[in-house]
C-alpha cells in the first residue's frame, strides 16, 4: 500500500502563486506516475498534471499548461504543484495521486493511491 498526505493550498488572490506538496509513504517502489487532479463544486475530478517518477516526463491539461508546475525530490518521495498566476476558475479541491502504470495518464481510474485532498481557493 501507499499513503499520500497532501498540504498546502488555502486562500489566495487571483494572480497569485501557492505551492501545494504530496509526501508519498509505504510501497513507493512501485509508483511509476504522480499526478495531481482536481474538484470543483458540482463538478467531475478532472486532471491537472502528471510526472513520471524515473526521467522526470511531465504532461499537463492545455488549462493550466505555462501557469502550474509539476516537480518531485524522489529522495523525499515528495511532489510538488507551484501555480501561479492563480484564477477563480482554479479553485478546487486538489488531490494528489499515484500510479503504478508507466504511462502519463488523465484518466482516474490509472491512479490506484489517492490522497485527502487540500482545498485551494482563489478569490477575485
Known amino acids: 500500500q501507499v499513503q499520500l498526505v497532501e498540504s498546502g493550498g488555502g486562500l489566495v488572490q487571483a494572480g497569485g502563486s501557492s505551492r501545494l506538496s504530496c509526501a508519498a509513504s509505504?510501497?513507493?517502489?512501485?509508483?511509476?506516475?504522480m499526478g495531481w487532479f482536481r474538484q470543483a463544486p458540482g463538478k467531475e475530478r478532472e486532471f491537472v498534471a502528471v510526472?513520471?517518477?524515473?526521467?522526470?516526463?511531465?504532461h499537463y491539461a492545455d488549462s493550466v499548461k505555462g501557469r502550474f508546475t509539476i516537480s518531485q525530490d524522489n529522495a523525499k518521495n515528495t511532489v510538488y504543484l507551484q501555480m501561479n498566476n492563480l484564477a477563480p476558475e482554479d479553485t478546487a479541491v486538489y488531490y494528489c495521486?499515484?500510479?503504478?502504470?508507466?504511462?502519463?495518464?488523465?484518466?482516474?481510474?490509472?491512479?490506484?493511491?489517492w490522497g485527502q485532498g487540500t482545498q485551494v481557493t482563489v478569490s477575485s
Open positions: 495521486a499515484a500510479g503504478r502504470n508507466y504511462v502519463l495518464s488523465s484518466y482516474t481510474y490509472e491512479y490506484n493511491y
Open positions: 509505504g510501497r513507493t517502489f512501485s509508483i511509476y506516475t
Open positions: 510526472i513520471r517518477r524515473t526521467g522526470f516526463t511531465t
